[in-house]
């Protein structure tokens, strides 16, 4: 019997099934009427998993296995051990033996109430090695799984570096390091924390299943003895959010056992990461710990480099917006002047020659438009350097530049994009109040010209070289379309005023 059971055990692969093959073979072998088989928290002296024989669900509830003694030899017949439900017989003895690996004790194998008398050596010994056997299954069952748990988290870790070396923006990194860490830690929530300008910190990411309301913002007050160690670069776990007195935030009494952990490197503190369960589940193991750590340290070096490779990007643009901007004013802006200016001569000089006659009058009106063109394209190129000459991401902080933010804006719903000229220091001369009065009257007739059918070009123009009747300097918004208006003629919406 005994080297069936040791046979079945090296059969099933299945750790469940086989401690309950375990504990059904310790009773038939020892005669006992009931069996259990504790399996012990790796870092705590409790019960984790429980597997029994010969007990209904009620005796199991009532079962104390939480081993007295040392677990060495002296302690393994216990006869006057009393280990059953209310109501029942006293036991008629009691054999316990421990559950090793090599020094490490992971639980017991216990029997109980033996009808034909007390337990002997022989089923101590039969017990021993039905436990030995345990011990091998146990033993194995961990460290395949904590094999299979360093190669997830090494897995994730290589992935969140891969997700943000290929290209995203910050809070997308931030959400993407504490969304692979709240999976791989099996958390109800993963949370990046920053430090603030007070001197504190709050959170400014939240990855969870649950509602987020209420954690993005939350704020860690200076102070905080849990924000010293994070300052510090320590990590800090806490086994219950909601009691511990080292947790001061609001969204505590969510939260049981909890892992916070610096995002640093290089001696930089990027921000935090916190990855809290629910109340009543597991706590962290050490592995669960030092593997998180481990990839607190990879995702803050992934973050670095990220962040070091989108400066070298955006860089890389403005160094080749420069260029094309240098090159259009350098050679194209120039070329085109100096041809408006040749134009401009000759049309002069035709006028001049055939005054009166018809070819002459008719000549000097095409070598004027040629001229009203070229000087049109010259403002549009220049547009165009200085719209180049703007970071690409951001609110424009010049006048002009949301002029253009807002004329681009539009080119979405038109299906295509204004044309747009300025004409004079607008930037200098345009005032803060004014400049929120001409875009409202810019977004409003963009608005309108949307709205009329059969435009198909918009010509928008911001002139502050222009004098009002009163004689003061102002500014002139001129928005000119080619649809038809109420009289079926092109729209033209003019807007003025002083500066």
């Known amino acids: 019997m005994l080297l069936e059971a040791v046979l079945n055990v090296g059969s099933d692969l299945e750790l469940g099934s086989t401690l309950q093959q375990i504990v059904d073979a310790s009773t038939a072998l020892t005669g006992a009427r009931h069996g259990a088989l504790g399996v012990l928290d790796p870092d705590r002296d409790r019960v984790e998993e429980l597997y029994t024989a010969g007990m209904t669900e009620a005796e199991r509830q009532h079962l104390d296995l939480v081993p007295g003694a040392s677990g060495g030899p002296a302690a393994l017949i216990e006869e006057d051990r009393q280990v059953r439900p209310p109501g029942r017989p006293p036991a008629r003895g009691f054999l316990r033996a421990p559950i090793l690996v090599h020094t490490e004790v992971f639980g017991h194998l216990s029997v109980a109430e033996k009808p034909s008398g007390p337990f002997n050596d022989t089923e101590l010994a039969l017990l021993r090695v039905l436990a030995a056997q345990a011990g091998i299954a146990i033993g194995n069952a961990r460290l395949y799984g904590t094999a299979r748990q360093r190669e997830r988290w090494i897995a994730g870790a290589a992935a969140v570096t891969t997700a943000l070396l290929t290209g995203t923006d910050a809070a997308d990194a ?4 504490a969304e692979r860490a709240r999976v791989l830690a099996g958390a109800s929530a993963g949370v990046i924390l920053q430090p603030t300008e007070e ?4 959170i400014v990411t939240a990855s969870t299943p649950d509602d987020p309301a209420g954690i993005v913002g939350t704020v860690i007050e200076p102070g905080s003895p849990v924000l010293v160690q994070l300052l510090g ?3 800090v776990f806490v086994e219950d959010s909601a009691t511990d007195p080292r947790m001061t935030t ?8 909890s892992m916070m952990l610096p995002l640093q490197s290089g001696g930089r503190l990027i921000g935090t990461l916190a990855l809290p369960r629910r109340r009543g589940e597991r706590p962290y193991t050490e592995m669960d710990k030092l593997l998180a750590t481990q990839f607190a340290s990879q995702a803050a070096l992934a973050l670095v480099l990220a962040d070091a490779q989108a400066d070298r990007e955006q860089l890389a643009v403005y160094e080749d917006r420069d260029r094309i901007a240098r090159d259009l004013h350098d050679l194209v802006v120039q070329r085109l002047f100096a041809t408006e200016m040749m134009l401009e001569s000759t049309r002069r000089r035709a006028a001049s020659e055939e005054t009166g006659g018809a070819g002459g009058t008719e000549a000097g009106e095409l070598l004027g438009r040629a001229v009203d063109e070229l000087d049109s394209t010259i403002q549009e190129v220049r547009t165009a350097i200085f719209a180049l000459q703007q970071p690409p991401a951001g609110a424009p902080s010049t006048f002009r530049g949301r002029v253009l933010r807002e004329t681009g804006g539009a080119a979405a719903l038109l299906g295509f994009p204004p044309s747009v000229r300025f ?15 001409l875009l409202a009257a810019l977004r409003g007739a963009l608005a309108a010209a949307h709205r009329r059918p059969g435009v198909s070009a918009i010509e928008v123009e911001v002139d502050a070289t222009v004098r009002l009747p009163d004689g003061r300097s102002g500014v002139r918004l001129v928005v000119a379309d080619d649809g038809r208006g109420d009289d079926g003629r092109p729209t033209t919406v003019t807007w003025q005023a002083p500066v």
């Open 174 to 177: 931030l959400m993407t390091v």
């Open 199 to 202: 001197g504190g910190m709050e």
């Open 233 to 235: 670069g320590e990590p």
């Open 250 to 257: 609001g969204v505590r009494s969510r939260f049981g056992p």
């Open 423 to 437: 004409a004079g220091a607008v930037d200098a001369l345009v005032g803060e109040e004014t400049g929120r009065e």
